[in-house]
């Protein structure tokens, strides 16, 4: 049982690039979460979505996208990368049964 | 809105002290309340939680927090802090009730242990 996974772990990007950044549970999560998380700033809510075909803004969506066409899978998508994306963003999930939220281990954008 | 203060940026304390890491929140109704640890280049990891019963709740690793309602407040103690419990910790809340339970966080609190 991996839980929520996340990749890659570390990437840079230039200003204007595109990437994805994969998050997976194995939990049978119905709820799926991506936030960043920003230097004495917390944690912001980007998207979330509550099953598959399902997904809704959270406080800070500009410049992103998402998608959850499978249960396991919810991909963070950034097409025009500017240098205010820089962060750590965290993939969370949890069922629908319980309150708890469980975090993957995050992934490091620096955007150049 | 609903928010959550941590006043304390950054804490330090001497190995072996106690420790009360402060939390209050602004909600209209008594909200689901967590904390979370994130110990440096890792994920956040859930230390405990209250939802409804008993004001005092423990958690992992001999922490405990206590909901005081007539304070807002959800802060978390240890009475003797290890090394190892230099971290990051956020409190969080979640709407009682809410469709999505969308975790709003604090800005965190940055605890240095001394030796």
């Known amino acids: 049982n991996a839980g929520v996974t996340q990749t890659p772990k570390f990437r840079i990007l230039k200003i204007g690039q595109s990437m994805t950044l994969q998050c997976t549970q194995d939990?049978?999560?119905?709820?799926m979460y991506w936030y960043r998380q920003d230097p004495g700033m917390g944690l912001k809510l980007i998207y979330y979505?509550?099953?598959?075909?399902?997904?809704d803004k959270g406080e800070v969506p500009n410049g992103y996208n998402v998608s959850r066409s499978t249960t396991e899978d919810f991909p963070l998508r950034l097409e025009l990368a500017a240098p205010s994306q820089t962060s750590v963003y965290f993939c969370?999930?949890?069922?629908?049964?319980?309150?708890?939220?469980?975090f993957g281990p995050g992934t490091r954008l620096l955007v150049l | 809105a609903q928010s959550v203060t941590q006043p304390d940026i950054h804490i330090t304390v001497s190995e072996g002290a106690s420790l009360e890491l402060r939390c209050n929140y602004s909600?209209?109704?008594?909200?689901?309340l967590f904390w979370y640890v994130q110990s440096p280049g890792q994920g956040l990891q859930l230390l405990l939680k209250?939802?409804?019963?008993?004001?005092l709740v423990q958690g992992i690793k001999g922490f405990e927090a206590e909901f005081k309602r007539s304070q807002s407040s959800f802060n978390l103690r240890k009475p003797s802090v290890h090394w190892s419990d230099a971290a990051e910790y956020f409190c969080?809340?979640?709407?009682?009730?809410?469709?999505?339970?969308?975790?709003?966080f604090g800005t965190g609190t940055l605890l240095a242990v001394q030796p």
């Open positions: 969370a999930s949890k069922s629908g049964t319980e309150e708890t939220q469980y």
């Open positions: 939990m049978n999560h119905n709820y």
């Open positions: 979505s509550v099953g598959a075909g399902i997904t």
């Open positions: 909600y209209g109704a008594t909200p689901y």
């Open positions: 209250y939802f409804s019963g008993d004001t």
């Open positions: 969080a809340v979640a709407p009682f009730g809410g469709a999505t339970n969308k975790l709003i």
